[in-house]
């Protein structure tokens, strides 16, 4: 039984086939694949349980203001994701049409609730998605279960954190990834403790597994002797990349093995190669966004897995990362402390290089049991799932309630 909710044993009957909407924007476009991974997840094993179908809404930029704060992909005609998808695009003007957004987003979203009539709708990422279906599951009294996976819970602008308020209020259960969102969320947003789900991250242990590091680095041409430091996330300055390189930078002269793998893509691409090609840093390597089998092998190749994150939910590379048996240099912020430990990892503060290379140092001077580090996260996907419905079951029985 699951340590994050082991006093509620599940009560689903697995022979009712519950009709769930996702109604959510983190789901994969062309060009963009691996958005929003772990719900995409949570959503494929949740299908074998439910009758599961997904309406995404996605955001349409005019072609000369569209926003600086990530790469804009397009909303396809059709995407063969193994599940029924809908994608419906709603106008938005960068921060502009911030306050109207959700509104918006539940203007697109109306017709396509009202026609597929769930049993539940389950919308991942607070505001817009999940206030517009929230509005749209009131009007057609549906129940609605949000999730919260970090970034919207913790929105930096005043507008999405108080649009965010009212779907914690107002769903009939928050699912958040870790328990310090379920603090947030409570104490800070008037969230009610008896309808909130911490249900974390699972790790598909089939892919994220032990792997021979030198097969690894002979598979994707990295030198045996090379100190290999990994990041894999988002190109984005939150998640400590400039901090990163400049710590790269400071052990270049002194550690002439010490190499540095980005996988990922992102708005602070451009950036990144640029400050490469400026300084002459032969030690780092931008990769570029890859799937999950070819994440697994650089994991496998890798000495130390890097996250250097101003904030975090509950970041699933830290445990694909361990199941991998690597240990990870990482910030102690949001859901990164229920991870990690003195025995599986370094902590540094955010924001400062100079701290962030001493961790870098440190990880890579100790001796690590990989195996030991690979058997510390059994959490599956499956369990994830059924936990996920577990919470749908409960919203249709509060809303029957309140009806």
């Known amino acids: 039984m699951d340590r994050y909710n082991s006093a509620r044993p599940f009560q689903v009957d697995a022979s009712v086939q519950m009709r769930v909407l996702v109604v959510t924007s983190q789901f994969?476009?062309?060009?963009?694949?691996?958005?929003?991974?772990?719900?995409?997840?949570?959503?494929?094993?949740?299908?074998?349980?439910?009758?599961?179908?997904?309406?995404?809404?996605?955001?349409s930029y005019p072609t000369w203001i569209r926003p600086r704060s990530y790469i804009y992909h397009a909303a396809p005609e059709g995407l063969d994701a193994g599940i029924p998808v809908k994608y419906v695009t709603f106008p938005v003007l960068p921060v502009v049409s911030r306050p109207l957004n959700g509104w918006l987003c539940a203007r697109a979203l109306e017709n396509e609730i009202a026609e597929a009539r769930p049993d539940v709708i389950l919308s991942y990422w607070l505001y817009p998605d999940a206030y517009g279906a929230l509005k749209v599951a009131r009007r057609l009294k549906i129940p609605m279960v949000a999730g919260a996976r970090g970034s919207d819970l913790r929105a930096r602008d005043l507008i999405s954190r108080r649009m965010a308020r009212r779907v914690v209020r107002g769903a009939d259960r928050l699912l958040v990834v870790s328990r310090d969102l379920e603090r947030i969320a409570t104490t800070r947003d008037g969230g009610t403790a008896d309808r909130i789900r911490v249900i974390p991250n699972g790790c598909d242990s089939r892919i994220f597994r032990l792997r021979d590091r030198l097969a690894a680095r002979i598979e994707l041409g990295v030198a045996p002797e090379a100190a290999l430091l990994l990041y894999v996330g988002r190109l984005v300055p939150e998640k400590?990349?400039?901090?990163?390189?400049?710590?790269?930078?400071?052990?270049?002269?002194?550690?002439?093995?010490?190499?540095?793998?980005?996988?990922?893509?992102?708005?602070?691409?451009?950036?990144?190669?640029?400050?490469?090609?400026?300084?002459?840093?032969?030690?780092?390597?931008?990769?570029?966004?890859?799937d999950p089998i070819a994440v697994s092998t650089w994991m496998a190749a890798a000495d130390v897995v890097v996250l250097p994150s101003y904030s975090e939910g509950h970041?699933?590379?830290?445990?694909?990362?361990?199941?991998?048996?690597?240990?990870?240099?990482?910030?102690?912020?949001?859901?990164?402390?229920?991870i990690a430990d003195e025995s599986c990892s370094i902590l540094v503060p955010p924001r400062e290089p100079a701290a962030l290379a001493r961790g870098i140092l440190e990880a890579m001077s100790r001796e690590w049991d990989e195996v030991d580090l690979a058997q510390r996260h059994s959490r599956s996907w499956d369990e994830?799932?059924?936990?996920?419905?577990?919470?749908?079951?409960?919203?249709?029985?509060?809303?029957?309630?309140?009806?």
């Not at 930078?249 to 950036?271: F, K, Q, T, Y």
């Not at 199941?323 to 859901?335: D, E, H, I, Q």
């Open 28 to 59: 994969p476009l062309p060009g963009d694949l691996q958005r929003g991974r772990p719900v995409y997840q949570t959503i494929q094993h949740l299908a074998r349980i439910a009758n599961v179908s997904v309406l995404s809404p996605v955001a």
């Open 315 to 338: 970041p699933n590379v830290l445990v694909e990362a361990l199941a991998c048996g690597r240990p990870f240099v990482a910030t102690p912020v949001g859901g990164v402390r229920e």
């Open 384 to 403: 994830v799932a059924r936990q996920t419905l577990e919470a749908c079951v409960e919203a249709r029985g509060t809303s029957r309630e309140r009806d």
């Open 240 to 290: 400590g990349l400039r901090e990163l390189l400049a710590a790269m930078e400071s052990l270049r002269p002194s550690h002439r093995s010490l190499r540095l793998s980005i996988v990922g893509d992102g708005p602070m691409w451009a950036e990144i190669e640029t400050w490469i090609r400026d300084t002459r840093s032969e030690n780092i390597l931008l990769v570029g966004a890859r």
